[in-house]
């Protein structure tokens, strides 16, 4: 299936070309002011391959009113720059920005899947934003290497990642006071279920309550997500 959207190219503050497209929905004309999705991509996937996986969601959005802003990660297909989670992150937050003060959007959601679904809980924080949907993703990075593939090669990839690689993604989503929805698969082949947001979430506020009402101090079991 095949959608009629408009390409743009952003440049970002320091210098990436993210290649971005604004779809518009038929219900309300294409106004720009009407309620917005800015969409995360899983992991490997551009925007482009949309219509080659489960579109149900964005679908979802377009036939219930809402334009769809998609892009694709600096690194990722024709956006330039190097790849980089930070970074990822400060280019979702330029691209809320874009759509508030650009394309006049006044109402903004962002869906996020997997990777995205990180992004999201990063925008959750974004007073621009005013819902989230963290759709399958994890509770950290870290978190999915040691579930998948144990503590050793989580301790390479933070060595080789220099710690920064991690995306504490469960805090980020319980600072935020915004409407927010967590999808999760217990069956999920790419995040065990110990990784899975909602499970780092669940840990993370049982570490705070423990840590205020019994002066538990932190421990790997409370540090992971």
């Not at 006044?106 to 934003?129: D, E, I, M, Q, Y």
């Not at 423990?210 to 101090?217: C, E």
């Amino acid at each position: 299936m095949t959608y009629k959207g408009q390409q743009e190219f952003i440049s970002t503050p320091d210098g990436a070309k993210l290649d971005t497209m604004w779809v518009k929905s038929e219900l309300n004309e294409g106004d720009v002011t009407s309620p917005a999705v800015l969409v995360c991509n899983p992991n490997g996937v551009f925007y482009e391959n949309l219509g080659l996986f489960d579109d149900t969601f964005f679908k979802f959005f377009l036939s219930n009113g809402f334009n769809v802003f998609l892009w694709n990660y600096r690194g990722y297909g024709r956006s330039t720059g190097s790849i980089s989670p930070d970074k990822f992150c400060e280019d979702a937050d330029y691209l809320v920005q874009h759509l508030v003060n650009i394309k006049g959007v006044a109402r903004l959601l962002v869906h996020g899947t997997s990777l995205g679904g990180a992004l999201a809980c990063h925008l959750s924080n974004n007073p621009n934003v005013e819902a989230i949907f963290a759709d399958r993703t994890f509770s950290s990075l870290d978190s999915v290497i040691r579930d998948d593939f144990g503590p050793i090669l989580r301790f390479v990839y933070n060595l080789f990642t220099l710690g920064k690689w991690k995306l504490k993604v469960a805090r980020k989503f319980l600072m935020s006071d915004k409407y927010k929805i967590i999808a999760a698969d217990p069956q999920d082949t790419m995040i065990p279920d110990l990784a899975s947001l909602k499970n780092g979430v669940a840990r993370v506020s049982l570490s705070q309550v423990l840590r205020k009402n019994h002066n538990v101090k932190p421990g790997f079991f409370f540090d992971v997500c």
